[in-house]
């Protein structure tokens, strides 16, 4: 299955500001997604990445709040605008691989204060 | 209908049991039904998979059990082990037309000494 790097691991930001995750894949994967998981929650999917094409969000999340870029079929971004402390999460990447498989990276954990 | 329910929330089992978690779907043409493990700090690892046309797979000490009929699967960890307490989250996906993952709401496993 895919290896998944996620960038940075954790981090600690102001609210208002911004950051950027990054996810790079080993291999070339035609979908990426990017979830949500709130302190004891579930996954919830933000959206999907498609390379060559304008990110698809789920209800609730909008593109002025969640920016994705998917510049390569290796690599995306997400990055959380003007956060707040209900932003505080992890955001997890995800690539659908082959034989039915669906990789997670290892998460991004972010506290907003 | 793109709901997927699990239960229980919380599971505590002595080590050599057996640790039963279960989940519903509602949509008839989901077509995968993965289980993934999370430990804490971690992004979620497949654990097993199954598709609609198989009644059950094994894979060493797990187990999935899927009854199309009553659109329910369930999990089975047999000799439960203390290093299998981690969040365990059932998914769905209508994986042949490049579905998103729907995942339940997660059991966090404790398996006692």
């Given at each position: 299955?895919?290896v998944?790097?996620?960038k940075?691991?954790?981090?600690?930001?102001q609210?208002?500001?911004?950051?950027t995750?990054?996810?790079?894949?080993?291999?070339?994967?035609?979908?990426?997604?990017?979830?949500?998981?709130?302190?004891?929650?579930s996954?919830?999917l933000?959206a999907t990445?498609?390379q060559?094409?304008?990110?698809?969000y789920?209800?609730g999340f909008?593109?002025?709040?969640?920016?994705?870029?998917r510049p390569n079929?290796?690599f995306?971004?997400?990055?959380?605008?003007?956060m707040?402390?209900?932003?505080?999460?992890i955001?997890?990447c995800?690539?659908?691989?082959?034989?039915?498989?669906?990789?997670?990276?290892?998460?991004?954990?972010?506290?907003?204060v | 209908?793109?709901?997927?329910k699990?239960?229980?929330?919380?599971?505590i089992?002595q080590?050599?049991?057996i640790?039963?978690i279960?989940?519903?779907?509602?949509?008839?043409?989901?077509?995968?039904?993965?289980?993934?493990?999370q430990?804490p700090?971690k992004?979620?690892?497949?654990?097993?998979?199954?598709?609609?046309?198989?009644?059950?797979?094994?894979?060493?000490?797990?187990?999935i059990?899927?009854?199309k009929?009553?659109?329910?699967?369930?999990?089975?960890?047999?000799?439960?082990?203390?290093?299998?307490?981690?969040?365990?989250?059932?998914?769905?996906?209508l994986?042949?037309?490049?579905?998103?993952?729907i995942?339940?709401?997660g059991?966090?496993?404790?398996v006692?000494?």
């Open positions: 299955s895919a998944i790097s996620q940075p691991s954790r981090d600690i930001c609210r208002g500001t911004s950051l995750i990054q996810c790079q894949v080993d291999s070339q994967v035609t979908m990426m997604f990017w979830y949500r998981q709130q302190p004891g929650q996954l919830t933000i990445a498609n060559g094409s304008e990110a698809t789920e209800s909008v593109i002025d709040k969640f920016p994705i870029s079929l290796t995306s971004t997400l990055t959380v605008s003007n707040s402390p209900e932003d505080s999460s955001y997890l995800s690539v659908r691989g082959g034989n039915y498989g669906y990789t997670f990276g290892s998460g991004t954990r972010l506290t907003v | 209908q793109q709901q997927v699990q239960s229980p929330q919380s599971l089992v080590k050599g049991g640790s039963i279960n989940c519903a779907y509602e949509n008839t043409a989901f077509d995968y039904f993965p289980w993934y493990q430990f700090g992004g979620p690892a497949l654990l097993i998979a199954i598709r609609p046309d198989v009644s059950e797979k094994k894979e060493g000490r797990f187990t059990s899927f009854n009929s009553a659109k329910q699967f369930s999990l089975h960890i047999m000799d439960s082990q203390p290093g299998d307490s981690a969040t365990y989250f059932c998914a769905a996906t994986y042949n037309q490049g579905g998103k993952l995942f339940g709401q059991t966090e496993l404790s006692k000494p």
